[in-house]
């Protein structure tokens, strides 16, 4: 059973670095083909792909936020860790990390972590 | 950059058929995947490759994809279908987001 958890900072500061967790479970990211995707949700708000990290280092980002994205993975450890700089309240968000298989796409989700941006 | 475009909302009678859109360039190009999301829970993947259903999603939920257009169907509709559902394809590597649709059962 595949299972992934989010964790981080509930709360931020603007203009900090914002460092998330995916810790998971019931499968290996060192199985090709197998990534790990980080998305968001603004509360009320649709669903926005942020980045996926594949089971060779491969990295893929959102354009509009790639410059301020970073996603690496510890393999032994079984987490993925996305680092978002340069935070901003528009970023306030629940963030989901979710198993992306390449047949089904990303077939299993986190249960997600907010993130609220304030001073 | 590419965009998927949904209707806000859906209205649909218990027991009838829903249809909901999703549009994009050439869209039937590409594999789209549809995610169901019931308030305050995470998405549940109910179509990918365009119509095929994961384990587990009840038959009645079906897909198609064509020219500009995607479209989830879920026939016999239920009180517990009511979610919003996204549509989600890949463009240049990058995965996109519809902005979702809210499927009402009335």
């Known amino acids: 059973q595949i299972t992934l958890k989010e964790s981080g900072p509930t709360l931020v500061k603007p203009t900090q670095t914002l460092r998330l967790t995916c810790t998971f479970s019931g499968f290996s990211l060192s199985t090709s083909g197998v990534g790990v995707g980080w998305i968001r949700q603004p509360p009320g708000k649709a669903l926005e792909w942020l980045a996926l990290i594949y089971w060779d280092d491969d990295k893929r980002s959102s354009p509009s936020l790639k410059s301020r994205l970073t996603i690496t993975k510890d393999t032994s450890k079984n987490q993925v860790v996305l680092t978002m700089t340069n935070i901003d309240p528009v970023d306030t968000a629940t963030y989901f990390c979710?198993?992306?298989?390449?047949?089904?796409?990303?077939?299993?989700w986190g249960q997600g972590t907010t993130v609220t941006v304030s001073s | 950059s590419y965009d998927l475009t949904q209707p806000p909302s859906v209205s649909v009678s218990p027991g009838q058929t829903a249809s909901i859109t999703c549009s994009g360039h050439n869209l039937g190009d590409k594999y789209v995947c549809w995610y169901q999301q019931r308030p305050g829970q995470s998405p549940v993947l109910v179509i990918y490759?365009?119509?095929k259903r994961p384990s587990g999603i009840p038959e009645r939920f079906s897909g198609s994809n064509s020219g500009n257009t995607a479209t989830l169907t879920i026939s016999g509709t239920q009180a517990m279908d009511e979610a919003d559902y996204y549509c989600q394809a890949w463009d240049s590597n990058t995965a996109v987001f519809g902005g979702g649709t809210k499927l009402t059962v009335l």
């Open positions: 490759q365009d119509n």
């Open positions: 979710a198993h992306f298989n390449p047949l089904y796409g990303m077939d299993v």
